[in-house]
């Protein structure tokens, strides 16, 4: 899978699981930063990622740098991998 596809679905999890919206996304906005998702949303969003990408996120990396756009994200799930 490619960063886009890995971001396509990132997304799409985001606006059906947590915002509840439909609203369009890019992968360079802010999340957490702009109050679209809090920090519950992060916990259940690592989960996501644990399941989907087969990694383990630590608490310790549940932090804002890492969750702050889908870019962000998809950094952090390359590391892991």
Known sequence: MNDLEWGSKIIK????????KN???????PLFSSGLIDSFDVVQL???LEE??????DET???????????KIIEMIKRKK
């Open 52 to 57: 989907d990408h087969q990694i383990d996120i």
């Open 46 to 48: 690592a989960v996501f």
């Open 13 to 20: 999890f985001i606006q059906t699981e947590m915002i509840k």
């Open 61 to 71: 990396e549940m932090v804002f740098e890492n969750f702050d756009t889908v870019e």
């Open 23 to 29: 609203i369009p996304l890019e992968a360079n906005e």
